[in-house]
T-cell receptor, first 110, second 113 residues
Framework: DAGITQSPRHKVTETGTPVTLRCHQT?????MYWYRQDPGHGLRLIHY???????DKGEVSDGYSVSRSKTEDFLLTLESATSSQTSVYFC?????????FGQGTRLTVV | GENVEQHPSTLSVQEGDSAVIKCTYS??????FPWYKQELGKRPQLIID?????GEKKDQRIAVTLNKTAKHFSLHITETQPEDSAVYFC????????????FGRGTSLIVHP
């Protein structure tokens, strides 16, 4: 494994509540990514980071924010969870070529 | 930006048959094409990749081919086994840490014993 962990692994939350997912890496990689995976849509980029305090939006960023105060941690926040955000969320780090994924977080919004 | 199309979305084969998954990309500057395998409930993991200066690469029962002119690349699995059953994703990117990989929508491969 590439030294990337996500927490929590599973979460059920209610509509309208804020939720924060954490991604932690031990590889000192500069680039980190948050994807969501939904049937028929593959892996879609939510936000990414290219360094501490440097982040940018991906293709499905609405309703999400991120923060990166340390190289090793990249947080994804759902500001007010909606049922459409029920998904599996993957964090990834990237070397020069290969992307390494965390184990994923299954989030259910009820 | 880059756009990656992947087909088919589902592929069902008998054990021992070959399986082929095809992807096309739009950005002629892309030069790195990885394939990831995701078993049920697990994370995607790299199984093979190819760079644009190579036309074909093999690793045991899997191979990848690249046609830069047509902007398409394919994954070939020979002598399929039930443990090959998984979702396979292609991706296109450039070498260099700053380039974000763009993924296809995935192919669910089912190998029937």
């Amino acid at each position: 494994d590439a030294g990337i962990t996500q927490s929590p692994r599973h979460k059920v939350t209610e509509t309208g509540t804020p939720v924060t997912l954490r991604c932690h890496q031990t590889e000192n990689h500069r680039y980190m990514y948050w994807y969501r995976q939904d049937p028929g849509h593959g892996l879609r980029l939510i936000h990414y980071s290219y360094g501490v305090k440097d982040t940018d939006k991906g293709e499905v960023s609405d309703g999400y924010s991120v923060s990166r105060s340390k190289t090793e941690d990249f947080l994804l926040t759902l500001e007010s969870a909606t049922s459409s955000q029920t998904s599996v969320y993957f964090c990834a780090i990237k070397s020069d070529t290969e992307a390494f994924f965390g184990q994923g977080t299954r989030l259910t919004v009820v | 930006g880059e756009n990656v199309e992947q087909h088919p979305s589902t592929l069902s084969v008998q054990e021992g048959d070959s399986a082929v998954i095809k992807c096309t990309y739009s950005d002629s500057a892309s030069n790195y094409f990885p394939w990831y395998k995701q078993e049920l409930g697990k994370r995607p993991q790299l199984i093979i990749d190819i760079r644009s200066n190579v036309g074909e690469k093999k690793d045991q029962r899997i191979a990848v081919t690249l046609n830069k002119t047509a902007k398409h690349f394919s994954l070939h699995i020979t002598e399929t086994q039930p443990e090959d059953s998984a979702v396979y994703f292609c991706a296109a990117s450039r070498t260099g840490g700053s380039y974000i990989p763009t993924f296809g929508r995935g192919t669910s491969l089912i190998v029937h014993p």
